[in-house]
């Protein structure tokens, strides 16, 4: 508890001195754009290993052996695409929101309209994830065991998350967010090296002991080979499929997530955009290898058992894992500060991304509804940021809602439902914009709502939301128990809903007329060299 609170008094700290800080709407949305590319790259990491890359993989991993790992894989190869294809493009295009760069060719309303509420979506799914993970680590930590604990848990989370979005900005939760970033790399850290060194730093040794404990009885070395969660002779076809949509969404999602779309407008250069990212990459690199070690490790010393009677979606292996190397290693009470250590890490790690989630969704309702669609253009800067703060209040009242009703589901799986999303709406529209020249205003809504609503119906009626009753003593997994009405085979939708965006996108660009080459001229000039995107962020 001391270590909590003192996490907790330090962020609100920072958060309160940001809020003294944060006068215009630059420096609520973009931290005044103040940042360089090292503190922006240790914000992205922060923003980026969230509550699904330290407690949900080191989970799935602990559950699914080999399975579990190819979450940590697509993570990561995530931000290549994030590199490659949009970090330095968006930076040089926009202002403050994904929107801003849809809308410099396009009829404003209609785009900023379809973006805003597709950022909103992705959000809001994402934040589940978090929220999910907080009643699952709190619950462990305080011994909480009832569902209606682990609820009031989410909502103290949700809450704090609203004061440090409402009063601190963009810079208030950047700053939490790199402080983060090097409690969550140390955290990890140590309990790598304490778990490594138990093996004599023989991860053969590790991996042999978490197949045998962990494994399944009959075949224990399958815990190490692929098709223990996807593909196994149950599922049959639909399990193969079903691992590359996931593999798709992964890969495909990042450079559509909207809380990280945002970052890249807090450095003051395109340079800078850049050398964050590589700076993101470096860090979130080698924490996911950690999570091998994590997960692994958590399968060898805690047990499968023993860590689905804790959480039945594995969301706390990581804490369980601190808690028995330290035991084993320097005794009882070192366990327990080992953990509360871990767990206090943990919860930084999810109050910081729920804040950038926060802030992102909030952004763009008042930036992009109330100040372009509703407003017209006409709001001040300081109508903009009282209706972002007031939005923030009830996007995080949403969250805290749905993350009540999710609590059972692992956080990476949740997440990699928020990527399949990003990927199927976000994605096809700021690829087309900045790179197709014939794309149009059509196109842009078409690719927005397509790859959004096909993504939502998929997982609505997938085994994600419903399904027959599980067998005796296995855990329930759907949202909803008792009801079966899911006819999509597939966990995730990815396979299906991101080629629909991309097809939603080229369709309605081709049946539309419009097309304003003067515009894209300008966009391509700006996106690739810098020229204009200073000027175009005074205005």
């Known amino acids: 508890m001391i270590l909590f609170l003192t996490f907790v008094a330090a962020t609100l700290a920072i958060t309160f001195w940001a809020s003294r800080q944060t ?10 754009r103040s940042f360089t590319g090292v503190q922006n790259g240790l914000a992205i990491g922060g923003d980026y290993m969230s509550a699904a890359s330290f407690l949900g993989i080191a989970g799935i991993i602990a559950l699914s052996g080999y399975d579990g790992f190819l979450y940590s ?3 990561l190869v995530a931000w290549l ?3 490659l294809l949009v970090a330095e493009l968006m930076r040089n295009s926009g ?5 801003d760069v849809l809308a410099f060719r396009m009829s404003p309303r209609p785009v900023r309209t379809a973006a805003g509420v597709s950022t909103i979506v992705v959000s809001i799914f994402y934040l589940l994830a978090q929220m999910v993970g907080a009643g699952a680590l709190v619950g462990l930590l305080l011994g909480i065991t009832s569902e209606a604990g682990k609820a009031w848990t989410i909502v103290g989370v949700g809450a704090l ?5 409402v009063f601190g900005g963009m810079k208030g939760t950047t700053w939490v967010q790199i402080v983060k970033a090097v409690l969550l790399m140390g955290g990890a850290a140590l309990v790598t090296v304490l778990v490594l060194g138990k093996y004599g730093f023989n991860l053969s040794a590790l991996l042999g002991q978490a197949a045998a404990t962990s494994g399944p009885k009959a075949n224990p070395e399958s815990f190490l080979s692929p098709g223990l969660k996807y593909g196994t002779e149950a599922q049959g076809l639909a399990g193969k499929i079903d691992l590359i949509s996931l593999g798709l969404a992964l890969v495909l999602g990042t450079a559509g997530l909207p809380h990280i779309l945002i970052r890249f407008y807090t ?4 340079k800078d955009a850049r050398k964050s990212v590589l700076w993101g990459i470096g860090i979130i690199g080698v924490f996911y290898l950690l999570t091998l070690v994590l997960g692994f490790g958590a399968a060898a010393l805690v047990g499968k058992d023993a860590i689905v009677a804790g959480d039945k979606a594995g969301n706390t292996a ?12 320097f005794g009882p009470v070192g366990g327990t500060i080992l953990l509360a250590l871990i767990g206090a890490v943990a919860f930084a790690t999810i109050l910081a991304v729920v804040a950038g989630l926060a802030l992102a969704s909030s952004s763009s309702f008042s930036h992009d509804l109330y100040a372009h669609v509703f407003k017209r253009g006409q709001a001040t800067e300081r109508q903009e940021v009282v209706v972002a703060r007031i939005s923030a209040l009830v996007i995080g009242a949403v969250a805290i809602g749905l993350g009540i009703l999710a609590q059972g589901q692992n956080v990476a799986f949740l997440v990699a439902l928020a990527f399949a999303v990003a990927a199927s709406g976000n994605l096809p529209a700021i690829l087309y914009s900045l790179f197709w020249k014939r794309f149009n205003t059509t196109g842009a809504v078409a690719a927005i709502y397509g790859g959004l609503l096909s993504a939502l119906i998929l997982v609505i009626f997938s085994p994600v939301v419903s399904a027959p009753p599980p067998p005796a003593g296995t855990a329930v997994t759907a949202l909803i128990h008792g009801v079966d ?13 991101i080629p629909l965006g991309f097809l939603c996108g080229w369709l309605g660009t081709i049946l539309s007329k419009e097309y304003n080459a003067a515009k894209y001229a300008e966009i391509e000039v700006r996106s690739l060299t810098g020229v204009g995107a200073e000027k175009a962020s005074e205005h």
């Open 161 to 165: 998350m609203i004061v440090y979005v």
């Open 485 to 497: 009405f899911h006819w999509f085979p597939l966990s995730n939708p990815g396979i299906v809903s």
């Open 95 to 99: 202002k403050f929101t994904m929107a």
């Open 73 to 75: 894989i697509g993570f």
């Open 267 to 270: 450095v003051p250069t395109a």
């Open 23 to 32: 006068k215009t709407a630059a420096d609520y949305y973009a931290g005044g």
């Open 81 to 83: 695409v994030a590199l």
């Open 318 to 329: 990581a804490p369980m894992l601190a808690e028995r190397i330290g035991q084993e290693i």
